[in-house]
């Protein structure tokens, strides 16, 4: 266990290089963005001397860059990055008020992900070499090269406009006001006064999304269920669970699976970036108010301070899921060793 | 392969095969269905958009857009990140440590992401696009060379070279550059359907090509607001967007199976 937290703090530690060179990129972003940022916080208008140096002032354009970065970051550090240009909220509150629907909308979509891609990957393992197999096989090949902007689409064509089945955008009917306890509505609902109709409609308006999200990693996690499932299944020791006598299913999945986990686990780990990007896309197409959308907007209406703030938290963010996942993964298969020596 | 080369046949010669100029407005006759249907019209195949403009000769150029991007893109991911990976694997050390560092940088932010977050600096457009896009393509090259280059280093025509007194340009470029391109290859077909895929989705949100253009993200993001009355306007370009992903990407694993066989099934 003291080993357990030795390696924790190593991981924890060894991050810190990197999240500084994020913030420091974060940093220079608005900088790097040609024009005043001066101008660009005050409007095209309104440059009068007095307010523009006022303003360099006020958030400290004057000082020398490294001073100013100092700054940044200790202001960064203590949960202040900064406000809005356009609503002048604080970035912070606004990527809170956010965060909760991208990590509902993500959280079913990878686990939609992995109840249907590990089955079907064990089926193709299984049938290794048949019709299914390929057939499988070519259907993930499909998902993984599928335009998740597209597909959304397509999926509200399908069972909105044609079947009628589902809403077309948002998180809940308007018809229900929930008070925010968690930020999830799935459990907001249900502990509302309206209680399971609203729990309903928000199941709803999660699926379509969920599904087009959650397409891509599904058939990641298909195609990685198969090839680490072949790869042990041609083990000896299976060989030997076999000899003895031991049902072939349950040599598949209490044998074969364990071992087959590891890699498994580490590819669902490490598409939470890519579920950000699908994150992106899907909330764009269905209006889900989450950090997606939000990241889009902001850039379009040029709303740097927000920009900034929210590539610095997301990156931070899948930096520290990484090596979570790293460590996860040294923990699962003690073979693999963590230190200076690991390529 | 086979579908590739017509795809790739279609937008060098789109001018000649479209039936319209893939701007060109028929104001009078605007969202046409395709011509199987009853009310479409055989003058435009596969239906006009919202303008009145030609969807088959918009989808005939958009394949040249689109082939266009996913060309330069690897062009230029694939040279400065061979390049990157041969010196980060050759000489190890410190030149490692940058180049490794800077590609974890790349790869800690989402590929869309780090791509709207370069548009968000340089501006959007085609030419900032295929710049996104190429940085994103980036680290998967990078750090293929690079380990196809650690595995070659310690082979005995290295140690060889390096004995006769071969100059180090010589040893990357001459001896270990070719015997480490076949994981280039196959990396080359699967960096072409990420590039495709990368920048229609930068062309949907309106951060990429831009708008007249017959780009088919900017073709499904023109038609979302018609999906109810006009739905073969968002059906087509998205449809033309999988069939090319999934043509390179099934390409990118018929040659890693044939190349490398140790490469397998990753």
Request: aromatic share 8%.
């Amino acid at each position: 266990m003291i080993y357990f937290f030795q390696i924790l703090f190593k991981k924890l530690v060894g991050t810190l290089p990197t999240l500084l060179i994020i913030s420091l990129l974060s940093f220079m972003l608005i900088r790097m963005v040609p024009g005043d940022p001066v101008l660009l916080l005050l409007g095209e208008r309104g440059a009068d001397p007095a307010v523009y140096a006022q303003m360099q002032q006020r958030l400290g354009l004057d000082l020398p860059w490294m001073t100013q970065y100092w700054n940044y970051l200790s202001n960064a550090i203590s949960g202040d990055l900064g406000r809005s240009i356009i609503s002048k909220t604080p970035v912070l509150t606004e990527f809170m008020a956010r965060f909760p629907a991208t990590l509902e909308l993500g959280m079913t979509s990878m686990i939609i992900a992995i109840i249907l891609g590990l089955p079907l990957g064990i089926v193709a393992a299984i049938k290794r070499g048949t019709i299914l197999d390929h057939l499988l096989m070519t259907g993930s090949l499909v998902g993984y090269s599928m335009p998740i902007f597209w597909w959304g689409l397509i999926l509200i064509l399908i069972f909105s406009v044609n079947l009628g089945l589902t809403p077309v955008a948002g998180r809940i009917s308007i018809i229900y006001d929930i008070p925010t306890v968690t930020g999830f509505l799935t459990i907001d609902s249900l502990l509302s006064e309206e209680g399971f109709d609203a729990f309903k409609s928000t199941l709803q308006h999660l699926v379509l999304p969920a599904i087009a999200m959650g397409t891509i990693p599904l058939a990641v996690i298909a195609r990685m269920t198969r090839s680490a499932l072949l790869e042990v299944l041609g083990q000896e020791y299976i060989t030997a669970a076999r000899a003895r006598g031991i049902p072939p299913w349950r040599v598949i999945l209490l044998h074969a699976l364990k071992n087959a986990m590891i890699p498994i686990i580490t590819v669902i780990g490490l598409m939470v970036g890519s579920i950000i990007t699908g994150a992106i896309l899907t909330e764009t197409i269905f209006s889900w108010p989450g950090i997606g959308k939000w990241m889009v907007a902001s850039i379009n209406a040029r709303d740097y301070p927000v920009i900034q703030g929210g590539i610095l938290l997301i990156a931070s963010m899948i930096v520290l899921i990484n090596n979570l996942v790293d460590l996860t993964y040294s923990i699962l298969n003690p073979r693999a060793s963590i230190g200076p020596n690991r390529k | 392969m086979l579908f590739i080369l017509l795809v790739a046949l279609i937008a060098i010669l789109a001018p000649l095969l479209a039936p319209h100029n893939p701007t060109q407005l028929f104001t009078d006759t605007l969202r046409l269905p395709p011509a199987w249907n009853p009310l479409g019209n055989a003058n435009f195949l596969l239906g006009s958009d919202d303008l009145g403009r030609d969807t088959l000769s918009r989808l005939i150029h958009g394949a040249r857009i689109s082939l266009g991007i996913g060309f330069t893109v690897v062009t230029i991911s694939g040279l400065v990140g061979s390049i990157m990976g041969l010196l980060a694997g050759y000489f190890g050390g410190t030149i490692d440590r940058v180049i490794s560092g800077a590609i974890d940088m790349l790869m800690a932010l989402p590929s869309v992401l780090l791509a709207i977050v370069i548009i968000s600096v340089l501006g959007p457009g085609v030419t900032n696009a295929v710049i996104a896009v190429s940085f994103v393509a980036l680290p998967g090259f990078t750090r293929i060379m690079r380990s196809a280059v650690i595995e070659e280093m310690g082979k005995e025509y290295v140690v060889a070279a390096q004995a006769i007194g071969a100059s180090h340009l010589r040893i990357m470029f001459k001896e270990i550059l070719p015997n480490s391109l076949s994981p280039m290859i196959v990396q080359a077909s699967l960096g072409f359907s990420d590039a495709i895929l990368n920048s229609a989705a930068l062309g949907f949100l309106g951060l990429g090509v831009q708008a007249p253009a017959p780009e088919w993200g900017v073709m499904l993001s023109d038609a979302r607001p018609f999906i109810e009355s006009s739905p073969w306007m968002v059906t087509l370009p998205g449809l033309s967007i999988l069939l090319v992903v999934l043509a390179f990407n099934l390409m990118g694993n018929g040659l890693r199976d044939s190349l490398d066989p140790k490469l397998r099934q990753r």
